[in-house]
């Protein structure tokens, strides 16, 4: 195994995906990875510390990575952690914006991006040659206490009736329950004998605490890894937000600042129990293995090439982030270019790789397909389709699988159940609903002298994203 670790925070004046550096604080952003090596062809696995890295721009850093490490861009999955204080990256929005003549690309600006990727490479290409042997896998898991939450709030009707977003304010709405999450913290380490070398985590919730400062932050995610670096320093730590499209820390986070500590320490905690309760075993090349399964997701009918580019042409362009994503994701699916979906197994652990701001239900439906080994999901990986609901949250309502949230619709779960399938040899499930875990409450149950809450994002006071 090689372990790579990069510096991804933008300088000051640099555009984030909301606002531009004003300042750097203690813990900036990371990008990290590990290299697996002598099981066929190398594979590479990333996580940066941005929103979201999408359509063309996955081709470049899959490429980079690819060319640095020996290997193919097929065996490479990056993914990001989906923090806010943080940048995004598309290229194929910025090409968008810069052939319609629009100068401010604001949050599209690649400029950062572009110079950064120069830095990745030698930094992936030096840390193989310091190449250590990987003698044991081992997997655990634990529960994360106080974190996770369901953002949709449904009425009697199964309608969204409120958004409990990762910030939430009304005391009404966090006394809702949990909701539809998963509890589970996974943990999967290497070792080197009875050394570990690396610890690769995966939990499904949006990772912000609060946002919009200006300053560039890993957030409480960021912090939890921290602390497990601090307490475990021969181990590389990388951390992947799982299909956390609908869940958010909003019943746990009035948005108060002492929060961010709160919830860090919180996931430190699982992380530390889950590897305590790592079971080993001795690993070979023969129990690594690399497959992938090529989807198109159709485009939702709102994505109208012609309106789109209606809104980008003209003296007062309107909606251009939003518009020249859409056009980007629009236009490579035209073209037939397919998105990656990768599974790594390494023993009878399976680590599925998937796109976009996935809801919870795909990761649910992914470990009850194959209840007979451990199951993990990393999503977030290309952001060009943001939000991926299931099919039947597509006639709920609510901010996620709105048009201005999502650039797909109710025909992607069955495309992704299948691959899922495919790729954990499994057969799939008639429909996300079928691997839900129950619910303790209903959110009917709690919501006697609960008012209607706006569901209208353009009403939600802070970014939603």
């Not at 329950?177 to 939990?203: C, H, I, K, M, R």
Request: charged share 20%.
């Amino acid at each position: 195994m090689a372990r790579f670790d990069l510096d991804a925070t933008p300088p000051v004046g640099s555009m984030m995906a909301y606002d531009r550096v004003v300042r750097h604080d203690e813990l900036g952003l990371r990008c990290r990875g590990i290299v697996l090596l002598g099981a066929e062809q190398p594979i590479v696995l990333c996580a940066i510390d941005w929103i979201g890295v999408g359509n063309e721009s996955q081709d470049v850093f899959k490429r980079v990575l690819a060319e640095a490490a020996g290997t193919t861009p097929e065996r490479v999955a990056v993914h990001a952690l989906h923090q806010h204080d943080a940048p995004r990256c598309d290229f194929g929005a910025e090409q968008v914006l810069h052939e319609a003549g629009i100068s401010d690309l604001g949050p599209h600006d690649a400029s950062f991006a572009r110079s950064w990727l120069k830095k990745l490479k030698p930094a992936v290409a030096a840390s193989l040659e310091q190449t250590v042997p990987i003698t044991h896998a081992g997997f655990g898991v634990a529960n994360v206490e106080q974190v996770a939450s369901n953002r949709r709030i449904l009425n009697d009707q199964g309608v969204v009736r409120a958004v409990r977003y990762t910030t939430c304010t009304d005391p009404d709405l966090r006394a809702e329950p949990e909701g539809v999450v998963d509890p589970e913290l996974s943990a999967l380490s290497f070792w080197n004998d009875d050394q570990s070398v690396a610890v690769l985590t995966y939990y499904a919730t949006h990772p912000q605490s609060y946002y919009r400062t200006g300053v560039p932050s890993s957030d409480f995610p960021g912090i939890a890894r921290f602390l497990r670096g601090q307490e475990l320093p021969t181990a590389l730590h990388v951390h992947f937000t799982g299909a956390g499209g609908n869940i958010g820390a909003g019943k746990y986070n009035d948005g108060s600042k002492e929060n961010r500590v709160l919830l860090a320490g919180r996931v430190a905690a699982a992380m530390k129990q889950a590897f305590d309760n790592t079971e080993r075993f001795p690993l070979s090349a023969q129990d690594i293995g690399w497959t992938t399964q090529g989807v198109a997701l159709p485009p939702a009918e709102h994505l109208d090439a012609d309106a789109l580019r209606q809104q980008l042409s003209g003296p007062t362009p309107t909606n251009t982030i939003q518009a020249s994503t859409r056009l980007a994701y629009l236009r490579r699916y035209e073209r037939g270019e397919k998105i990656l979906l990768q599974c790594l197994r390494v023993g009878d652990v399976r680590i599925l790789h998937l796109p976009g701001e996935l809801f919870v239900e795909y990761q649910l439906a992914a470990k009850a397909m194959r209840s007979d080994l451990h199951v993990a999901m990393a999503a977030y990986g290309d952001y060009g389709t943001a939000y991926i609901g299931t099919a039947e949250a597509y006639s709920q309502g609510g901010y996620e699988t709105s048009p201005r949230a999502t650039c797909v619709d109710q025909r992607a779960e069955p495309i992704l159940m299948d691959a899922m399938a495919k790729l954990l040899e499994a057969a799939p499930p008639a429909q996300a609903a079928a691997a839900r875990a129950p619910q303790t409450k209903t959110n009917t149950e709690t919501n006697t002298n609960i008012n209607t809450k706006t569901t209208n994002a353009a009403n939600h006071t802070e970014t939603a994203e």
